[in-house]
């Protein structure tokens, strides 16, 4: 069966979720998971969910899927040791600390690797299977055919996006709020970035191509395809930071969708709560350009109508869509949004009504315009029905009850629910009628009395020879009898801790620090070369979305676990920052699956890339072998959208160079042969007077993106300088370089 997942950022969504008929619920803690913004839960109130949802058939994953840092390893350790006492049904992990450890220690906690993992082909899953995953929640860049190619031939449960939000950055890995803002989306604290209006303009004449919301990405709504999609394992709605009606009316119309099919009130249905405007996504093989909004970053609504003009001191609107009073309006007057509650709705005689059909009149203090068009962003009345519904059970189970009931012996009850049996014996002993005995109707009368329970009443079997029952006897009966089956099926999910084998350490000999260079072009790759650097990649880099995999020679730059799981026995290959490896743990992991280095995050302050260090070492008796980029233009994100492209500007990037502006700086857009796009840090990383000070680390990377062949050969020089320590003239600019994170914790 089709698993129909939902999000919870409170208990309240996690009830909205349940009442409408989830199967299961991803929320979070605290700490460690994606969405550090949300109420989020305790181990306390989590305790609390996973009884409501465990007696209801109802599962629930635990997102840890932010990086880890070496100093938070023991407290992520002991969070897990905590859900796993609890009762918790699955983790959803990005770092490999997080999934080695629960797939290690916890015989019966599902590990389910997250999107951010960026696993986008069979290989991947593949690998990710071996290692121990229960599901792989794959890119939302993968297309359905390849989805089903991959589900089938790796044989193990696979899961993705329906619904909600969308990263423009390829499988949600994004550093533009951490690099720019300081607050790590890797950490579940994105400032989204991709929200912001940008001016795209071109590098060199400077040209403007406007200003807009260019990299904000529509919301994803697949309900049409929901026949498609069925032969998937679980089908997930995004929404962690949404509010309950939100979460309320998704789950509704999908569950509706998968049972009955979808049909036109549930599509308009799905218009009432936040939209950014619909996209099918890369699912469906929608066009790239046309997965964004770049009119606005939030709530669209739906269209009701228009401004007509004004009558005595009011607007009069002419509605295509009903308008009730309470109903929250947005109005665009020249692209610029006036947004109201509809407290006081006038008819035309100036009289208050609560609803009108064809027209209206509302008093508005802000200027508007004949043909302004008017949409609604909250209909109240909808809203009301949404949160009625929240404390109703969606699924109910039959409680089968066999009510003995003898004049001088106990109240014997065999109870059946959830499939399983108890046996009730009062204490009480039952006398005879002295009138009337109690009769079965009276019997089912008190124990069908189970409106705040999951139950209903099944079938009811009575046998009795003028016995009297009281009352309260009844009432206490149905009440043991409902704890004792909650009970019994709330032991079914009591874990097991395994024994976690003992580690094979590894460790490498300490080598002189070198440099290597990722390059962009031959004319790049050629003076790397001519200056001496020995490991230049070019030809060799495998990237995340690379999922053709060819034979290859020599050494390779690996940037996702489908480049490892194909080339492991075959090439050596150092793993790139795109697998953010942020603690020791990591580290070995990468090691074990055959990487000669493993490349550091650029997310790492000097004082956590020295923790992870000496933690190798007392783990495995001797060092680690790391590379560290030093020198280039960080990729903000990397994307299968094309910004170029929805500008009218496709193919350009053969003849031009274009950059995106805010009021940070300018950032360049690098693009690529199969029309994906990266967004390069405007700020320069130069970390090369810093070599000196780093221990431990073997190969210092220097990036050449957009770069000269007299710069790239000008940075190799000092580089080189600064690593021989033959000079001391500063490698920094202010102007135009930053050290990143060197310097800096980020959130």
């Known amino acids: 069966m089709t698993e129909l997942l939902a999000p919870a950022g409170n208990m309240e969504a996690l009830r909205a979720a349940v009442s409408n008929g989830c199967d299961a619920v991803y929320l979070g803690l605290e700490k460690f998971g994606a969405r550090a913004y949300s109420d989020n839960f305790t181990i306390d109130s ?89 599901r792989v929640v794959l890119a939302r860049e993968v297309d359905l055919a390849d989805v089903k190619k991959i589900r089938k031939a790796a044989k193990i449960p696979i899961e993705v996006f329906v619904h909600g939000a969308l990263c423009v950055s390829y499988s949600g890995n994004c550093l533009m709020s951490g690099l720019i803002g300081y607050r790590s989306g890797n950490r579940g ?50 929404g962690r930071m949404k509010e309950s009606a939100y979460v309320a009316n998704v789950v ?41 909004n770049i009119q606005r970053p939030n709530n669209f609504g739906y269209e009701i109508g228009t ?111 959830f499939g399983m049996q108890y046996l009730y014996e009062s204490e009480e002993i039952l006398e005879e009628a002295v009138s009337s005995p109690t009769s079965r109707e009276q019997v089912e009368k008190h124990l069908a009395r189970l409106g705040e329970t999951v139950f209903v009443i099944g079938e009811l079997e009575f046998e009795s020879y003028n016995a009297f029952i009281p009352a309260k006897l009844l009432n206490s009966a149905r009440r043991q009898i409902v704890q004792a089956l909650y009970d019994a099926k709330l032991a079914k999910w009591k874990k097991r801790i395994k024994q976690e084998p003992a580690k094979e350490p590894v460790s490498f000999p300490l080598q002189k620090a070198y440099l290597t260079a990722t390059v962009t072009t031959q004319e790049q790759y050629d003076v790397c070369k001519a200056c001496g650097i020995k490991d230049v990649y070019f030809d060799n880099i495998v990237r995340r979305n690379q999922n053709v995999y060819e034979d290859r020679e020599g050494e390779l730059l690996l940037g996702g676990y489908g480049g490892i799981f194909r080339y492991r026995k075959t090439n050596p290959f150092v793993t790139d920052y795109s697998l953010n490896v942020v603690n020791a743990a990591s580290c070995y992991a990468l090691y074990k699956l055959g990487a000669k280095r493993v490349t550091l995050s650029y997310e790492l302050n000097r004082h956590q890339i020295q923790d992870l260090i000496t933690a190798y070492e007392e783990t495995n008796g001797g060092s680690p072998a790391l590379e560290m980029i030093v020198y280039g233009r960080a990729p903000l994100l990397f994307t299968k959208y ?67 062949a007299a710069e790239v050969k000008r940075i190799i020089d000092l580089a080189q300088q600064k690593l021989e320590g033959s000079t001391d003239k500063s490698a920094f600019n202010q102007k135009t370089d930053t050290r990143g994170h060197f310097n800096k914790e980020i959130l």
């Open 642 to 708: 094309c910004p170029l492209k929805k500008m009218g500007l496709c193919g350009s990037c053969k003849s031009g160079a274009y950059e995106l502006k805010d009021e940070y700086g300018e950032f360049p857009v690098l693009t690529h042969e199969d029309c994906s796009t990266t967004i390069l840090n405007g700020k320069i990383l130069n970390l090369l007077d810093e070599m000196s000070q780093i221990d431990g680390v073997e190969a210092f990377r220097l990036s050449f993106t957009i770069e000269s």
């Open 252 to 292: 509704k119309r999908y569950r509706k969708a998968l049972d009955e099919g979808a049909d036109q009130v549930e599509r308009e249905a799905l218009q009432k709560t936040f939209n950014r405007t619909y996209t099918e996504g890369y699912m469906f093989g929608e066009d790239p350009g046309s997965i964004t």
């Open 189 to 238: 604290r994105c400032v989204g970035s991709c929200r912001k209006p940008y001016e795209l303009l071109e590098r060199e004449s400077g040209r403007s191509y406007g200003t807009s919301y260019l990299l904000s990405m529509k919301d994803l709504n697949t309900i049409d395809h929901i026949e498609d999609l069925k032969s998937i394992d679980s089908l997930k709605i995004e």
């Open 46 to 134: 989590l305790a609390e969910a996973i009884r409501y949802a465990h007696l209801r058939d109802v599962k629930i994953y635990v997102t840890m899927n932010t990086i880890v840092f070496e100093d938070e390893i023991c407290d992520m350790r002991q969070q897990l040791d905590a859900l796993n006492g609890i009762g918790v049904d699955g983790i959803i992990v990005q770092d490999l600390a997080v999934f080695d450890y629960v797939a290690a220690n916890f015989a019966d906690m599902e590990v389910h690797c997250s999107t951010q993992m960026g696993v986008d082909d069979l290989e991947g899953t593949m690998l990710l299977k071996e290692m121990g995953a229960d």
């Open 307 to 417: 401004v007509r003009g004004s009558f005595k001191g009011m607007y009069e609107i002419a509605l295509t869509k009903t308008l009730h009073q309470n109903d929250i309006i947005r109005i665009d007057h020249e692209n610029e949004d006036v947004n109201l509650s509809v407290a006081r709705l006038y008819d035309q005689e100036g009289k208050l009504i609560n609803q009108a059909d064809d027209t209206c009149y509302i008093k508005i203090k802000e200027k508007l315009s004949p043909g302004d068009v008017v949409y609604k962003t909250k209909d109240y009345l909808f809203y009301k029905g949404l949160d009625a519904d929240l404390d109703k059970e969606f699924r109910r189970f039959s409680l089968d009850l066999k009510v003995y009931a003898y004049p001088g012996a106990a109240l014997v009850i065999d109870a059946e629910g």
